[in-house]
């Protein structure tokens, strides 16, 4: 039976595949779109960039579906196929020593990574939970968002749920309403700058994280900033072409957005 890296037809090939934010064990992740997603994608590495299992969730409620677990089973069987997998622990799964430990040999874990391209690009690989003290949020404002961001996912996972139903298009609703509040997009703004010059400082040609479930690829100061999105809101991934180009990808249509040299903060495709 085909499966791994067994070449199918109408797989996109690429030679990286960066995932983060996944959040297995959270109720409302995109695990269903996820798993369709991976089955048209083909890679020589997967990099998986923090957040993959919500540990915080599931220590609030137990909750693992088929579908969870199938997103678990695929990664797996694409690496004793031969695809090189490497797994950067987030805010939310790095409590997972146990998981970890379970993982080495299976997968690369580390705190940070360094990609080097196929165009010899050296890319600083993080989750980006680690600017969580730079970027200033004040208390309050992070408590009142958190609340809204729940009451909003909740409402996109139904509306999404019933688009599905009747065989409509995926829909980010939560990420065009995060986008629609000025705090939110400020918020944005800054976090992508403190990364980008932070892999600037250290030597780097750019940054790919995640954390902020905001998918960006963009140029800031010559510096790359990547951002794979997440699968809660934005259903979507970073990959790097055969040639090294970088590019985003988002699920169901698998939009292509490639890098770009702005200055504000810009919506890419979606």
């Known amino acids: 039976m085909a499966h791994g890296n067994v070449r199918r037809p109408g797989r996109t ?9 996944i959040h297995l064990g959270y109720r409302h992740a995109r695990a269903r779109e996820l798993n ?3 089955a048209g994608v083909e890679a020589e590495s ?6 993959i299992v919500d540990a915080l969730s599931l220590a609030r409620r137990v909750f693992w579906s088929v579908e969870h677990a199938q997103v678990v ?15 950067i622990p987030g805010n939310h799964d790095e409590s997972l020593g146990v998981f970890a430990e379970m993982l080495q040999g299976q997968f690369e874990v580390h705190r940070e990574w360094v990609h080097r391209t ?3 690009e050296r890319l600083l690989v993080l989750h980006g939970d680690q600017f969580d003290g730079v970027v200033d949020c004040s208390p309050w404002l992070m408590h009142l968002g958190d609340a809204l961001y ?3 996912v909740r409402l996109s996972a139904g509306v999404n749920d019933v688009r599905r139903a009747l065989g409509k298009a995926y829909w980010p609703l939560a990420e065009r309403e995060k986008l629609a509040i000025p705090t939110s997009v400020r918020y944005i703004e800054m976090f992508e700058h403190v990364a980008a010059r932070h892999a600037r400082a250290r030597g780097y040609d750019g940054v790919v994280c995640g954390h902020i479930h905001r998918a960006n690829l963009r140029d800031i100061g010559g510096t790359l900033y ?3 999105g997440d699968w809660v809101e934005s259903c979507s991934a970073l990959v790097e072409a055969a040639g090294g180009e970088l590019q985003l990808l988002r699920w169901p249509h698998a939009a292509r957005a490639r890098r770009r040299r702005t200055v504000g903060l810009v919506a890419d495709v979606a």
Do not use: H, K, M, P
């Open 73 to 87: 089973r695929t990664l797996l069987a694409r690496g004793r196929a031969g695809t090189r997998l490497v797994y």
């Open 13 to 21: 090939r690429v030679r990286t595949l960066f995932l983060s934010d």
């Open 150 to 152: 729940e009451l909003t």
């Open 226 to 228: 990547g951002n794979t």
């Open 46 to 51: 997967i990099v998986l960039v923090g957040d």
């Open 118 to 120: 196929q165009r010899g």
């Open 36 to 38: 369709e997603f991976l």
